[in-house]
């Protein structure tokens, strides 16, 4: 993609998660990019996260990328009905207040999964997204989230 990533904005006091922490060099470093109205993240599971079952990601890291992909829809959700560039003062970072998952087929290791957020609404400090996570164009698991707006 040729723009920038949603969570390339964060400060760096911010960038150290190990799901989508640019400054987390052993992380998984997700990328997410505002596309309108969703945010879309795609990433290619490594044998590492082999779950239960060869050749099938564990649910761990299904969990990870829809909660890191699901903040970053929320902060880009937030700016954008503002009406201010992302990253813009004042700073604006969420974190997972809730998150469900369900987990509805098993995940591919060997193909490139896309992750897509969805704003449900704005409510003050909390925003609600829903998650979708896809592989060959099948959803293997879906979520929701209320994410909550740090105070700065």
């Known amino acids: 993609m040729n723009q920038t990533a949603i969570q390339d904005y964060y400060p760096d006091d911010y960038a150290h998660c190990h799901g989508c922490g640019r400054l987390n060099k052993t992380g998984t470093q997700l990328k997410s ?20 079952v060869p050749g099938f990601a564990y649910g761990g890291l299904i969990a990870s990328l829809l909660d890191c992909h699901g903040t970053a829809t929320a902060a880009a959700a937030a700016y954008a009905a503002e ?9 604006m970072r969420f974190v997972t207040g809730s998150l469900t998952v369900d987990y ?11 992750i897509k957020g969805t704003l449900v609404e704005i409510a003050g400090r909390k925003v609600t997204v829903v998650l979708t996570l896809s592989a060959n164009g099948d959803v293997c698991a879906k979520g929701k989230m209320i994410a909550i707006r740090l105070q700065q």
Do not use: M, V
């Open 83 to 91: 009406n201010r560039s992302l990253g813009s003062a004042p700073f």
């Open 104 to 114: 509805l087929k098993p995940t591919p290791l060997d193909t490139e999964l896309e």
């Open 33 to 52: 990019y505002w596309q309108g109205d969703c945010a879309i993240a795609h990433h290619k599971p490594n044998p590492a996260h082999t779950g239960g």
